[in-house]
């Protein structure tokens, strides 16, 4: 059998590492990634290989040449652009026997699994594609595979959010196919094996099979996913040919060495041919010395990676780094955890690498510097970057202006150069200081920024959407600790970036490759002019100018302002349309913009008093940034947020026949009843925002909530502002001739209970796996949220959390007690579910 084997990666994930050299040449332990998997090939009796190579392919074909040195037969598939996996396969064909299958593997991923298994399992199966998959602890970065009980491919789910995963096992890139496969791939163009190919071959009816390997496999994605690669081959974890001849037990090397006799080496450790350890030196591993590095007297190599040719300098310390190739590192230098030194770097005496620092190529260091921030640019370990509520942290330790200046040049390098980014910030200092952090890293990546100050967020998504920018960005303070500060992103329509594209800044951000435009392109700073008037003059225009101003008994609302900007946008818009307003807390106090939840809640006891003792239709308390409400009613005081929104879905029903409402995953089965008793529709919608969003993009939807305050007119934008629900409420009030309070006191009756697991990130994938096992024979939902388990009258919904490593548990029983008693149910399933991954 053949084998394509694809080395056209760049590996930006793994840079500075890859700056000079191909993904697949990085070395691992004693030979390049490549070689690995040659060495596996040829275990199974594969040495008929063809490479597809696009970056620095020059690099791969110098090296392994015909291959005939190393007892393969290679030949080269060279991409001019990159085709994606299977548009290179696709171009490769010529150079494959058009009547045998062959074999697809990754030249950048290491393992040991049994390809003649796989290749027994496809043809024994007999259908045109087997996809080898395993299981992994955490599945975010790969494809998520589902399979039916005979082992058919029925779904893959790539690059998923928490909130899309429904299993641990996972995509591994190795495929049997037969040659008809080629067939349905276009020569030239770009055409990628799982978003393309195999989705293609399901929905033709022959879907590819599903094969579980045992055995060792890990995508060396970044440098910690190399430095745990590079660990598992030194321990044994995977099966590779030997490292080199035993010196001792644990301790190889690849040829002669010198090694002092007072040297003290604690293995596992590879020793490259020509190393040379002098009198008092330390090496306690798992650590990696390759060819031709001298590391000199008493100094210390702990959990280290060092390449060839490199000079440690007396009396250095080394600890949990990579030094890459010709580098040189004088006496008394400390390198700590994390940090990576590229090729030819050179450092001098007494210098001191501070964790996570990364140097570039060809820089220099100075005699007695501390280095704290990487050289171009500053480096910080996070997860991810995105959550639910954009990139969040406390203000000045995970947030600060330096952090604030690079991933505003992240942003920006995802953007054409010339792009304009609209800024917008809350009315507190804390937003104040990297908003302006923020300006500075947009015009360094040749983007324009256009500082539209202080804003309600619903204004400055408008503002984005149509002004012709490709972006917006909006800081603001958590509404749930004043400690921690949000930044959140939109895309050029004003809604949240979708995942796609947050996923294209975190790698710009990690890899630390952020585009520094030239002197007469750097971006400039405008301000923008017409702002509120732009929103303003939509807002009304997307009322009934007929019907306004409104009746005196749907004309009166109460507003408490929260001390926030909506007191400078909404005030105006009423007085245009003859609202008799009572408006609390209407000037803006940056002190007052936090309140805990103590606080909340005495300001919406008052409010409700107020609109008790007026009389009037509803209150509404706007959140800080303009987007949610929260409301009161004349004869029944605050009304929870989901009641509010079923209350809302009811006036919408009486005022528009027959339409529909967009409603999240998580809301109860009352809104199907009152859909059924009004001639309404619902649908149900993933709960995260830019679910929510995009769905109103479509146009199918008179009205979508999110159940926590948040209202969508897509009539008027497809995002949540609470400004606008105020007034479209009371419009459907007035239309309907019904106040609001008459409705919530005839909503149906539901019961919902909430419960939360911690859950490590690492046992995510693996926790919906089992759940998804158990409970397969469900009815599938229309909305791939979570696990949702049917109990006829009553549900649960077990979703992994996006920003905490923890499950959410949600319930509706019968009563109260019941919902409750499902939640308590379902929380020890899952406790004890993670018990068996201790």
Not at 133 to 145: A, C, D, F, H, K
Not at 251 to 265: K, W
Not at 467 to 484: E, F, K, M, T, W
């Amino acid at each position: 059998m053949q084998a394509v084997i694809m080395a056209g990666g760049e590996g930006s994930r793994l840079r500075p590492l890859t700056i000079n050299r191909p993904k697949p040449m990085v070395p691992l332990v004693n030979k390049p990634m490549l070689g690995h998997i040659f060495d596996l090939c040829k275990r199974h009796g594969i040495t008929d290989l063809v490479l597809t190579v696009q970056y620095m392919a020059h690099y791969i074909q110098d090296y392994y040449g015909d291959g005939s040195e190393f007892g393969l037969n290679i030949r080269y598939s060279v991409e001019d652009v990159p085709l994606g996996t299977a548009g290179s396969v696709r171009q490769a064909a010529e150079l494959l026997n058009p009547n045998e299958p062959f074999i697809v593997l990754s030249g950048d991923a290491l393992t040991d699994f049994d390809l003649s298994a796989i290749i027994e399992f496809h043809r024994r199966k007999g259908g045109l594609a087997t996809v080898t998959l395993t299981r992994v602890s955490n599945p975010l970065e790969y494809g998520i595979v589902i399979t039916d009980e005979e082992d058919r491919i029925t779904r893959f789910i790539e690059k998923p959010g928490w909130a899309d995963v429904v299993s641990d096992t996972v995509n591994t890139g190795i495929y049997v196919l037969e040659p008809e496969v080629l067939n349905f791939i276009e020569k030239g163009s770009v055409f990628d094996f799982s978003h393309d190919l195999f989705p293609l071959l399901i929905e033709r009816g022959t879907p590819p099979y599903g094969y579980i390997a045992e055995g060792y496999w890990t995508d060396i994605g970044n440098p910690q996913a190399y430095v745990r690669a590079t660990q598992d081959v030194l321990e044994g974890r995977v099966k590779v040919e030997p490292l080199g001849m035993p010196l001792c037990e644990g301790i190889y090397t690849g040829g002669e060495v010198e090694i002092a006799p007072d040297a003290r080496l604690v293995g596992p450790i590879y020793l490259g041919e020509g190393v040379k350890l002098k009198g008092g030196v330390v090496i306690e591993g798992p650590a990696v010395i390759r060819d031709g590095t001298v590391i000199d007297a008493r100094s210390t190599i702990e959990r280290s990676i060092i390449w060839r040719n490199s000079y440690i300098g007396e009396r250095t310390e080394i600890r949990g780094a990579i030094i890459l190739r010709q580098c040189s590192i004088k006496s008394r230098v400390i390198i700590f955890e994390g940090a990576i030194i590229s090729d030819n770097v050179h450092i001098e005496e007494d210098a001191i690498i501070q964790p996570n620092v990364k140097i570039w190529p060809d820089k220099e260091v100075e005699a007695g510097a501390v280095v704290s921030a990487s050289i171009i640019w500053g480096s910080r370990g996070r997860r991810t970057l995105f959550g639910r509520y954009g990139v969040t942290g406390i203000v000045n330790v995970d947030i600060t202006p330096e952090f604030a200046a690079k991933l505003g040049g992240a942003f920006g390098a995802t953007l054409p150069r010339g792009a304009s980014v609209v800024l917008n910030r809350e009315a507190h200092n804390t937003p104040r200081v990297i908003k302006r952090a923020l300006l500075s890293g947009l015009p360094s990546a040749g983007v324009h920024a256009l500082d539209i100050q202080t804003q309600p967020i619903p204004v400055a998504r408008y503002y984005t959407r149509t002004s012709h920018a490709q972006g917006g960005i909006h800081v603001r303070l958590s509404p749930y600790d004043n400690r921690v500060v949000d930044i959140k992103f939109f895309d050029a329509n004003g809604l949240d970036l979708g995942h796609r594209h947050e996923r294209n800044v975190e790698t710009v951000f990690h890899r630390e490759d952020i585009r520094r435009a030239y002197l007469d392109e750097i971006g400039r700073i405008d301000y923008a002019t017409d702002v509120q008037a732009r929103y303003a003059y939509h807002f009304l225009n997307s009322l009934d100018q007929d019907l306004w101003p409104l009746p005196n008994a749907f004309g009166q609302v109460v507003i408490d302002y929260a001390n926030a900007v909506s007191t400078q946008v909404l005030p105006p818009l009423l007085t245009e349309l003859n609202v008799d307003v009572v408006a609390v807390n209407a000037d803006i106090d940056e002190r007052k913009l936090f309140r805990t939840r103590e606080q909340f809640a005495q300001g919406m006891n008052r409010l409700a008093a107020i609109t008790t003792s007026l009389g009037i239709n509803f209150g509404a308390r706007l959140d800080v940034g303009g987007e949610r409400i929260f409301i009161t009613v004349d004869n029944r005081g605050r009304v929870s947020d989901m009641d509010a929104f079923l209350a809302i879905t009811k006036l919408a029903f009486m005022v528009w026949k027959g339409c529909t409402v967009g409603i999240p995953n998580t809301a109860p089965r009352a809104f199907e009843r009152i859909a059924e008793e009004m001639g309404g529709h619902v649908r149900r919608l993933k709960s995260d925002p830019q679910s929510l969003m995009r769905a109103a993009e479509t146009g199918k939807f008179a009205l979508i909530g999110d159940g926590g305050g948040g209202f969508i007119f897509p009539g008027f934008t497809p995002f949540v502002d609470g400004m606008f629900a105020i007034a479209k409420i009371m419009e459907l009030s007035a239309l309907a001739e019904c106040r609001l309070g008459e409705i919530v006191r005839e909503l149906p009756a539901y019961h919902m209970a909430h419960g939360r697991v911690p859950c490590p990130w690492e046992h995510k994938g693996a926790l919906m796996r089992q759940l998804i096992e158990r409970y397969g024979d469900q009815p599938r939902t229309e909305v791939p949220e979570g696990v949702r388990i049917d109990l006829g009258d009553e549900w649960v919904l077990i979703i992994p959390d996006a920003d905490a490593p923890a499950v959410r548990i949600i319930a509706e029983g019968r009563t109260a007690q019941n919902a409750h008693e499902l939640v308590d149910r379902y929380v020890a399933l899952v406790n004890n579910l993670l018990l068996t991954f201790a």
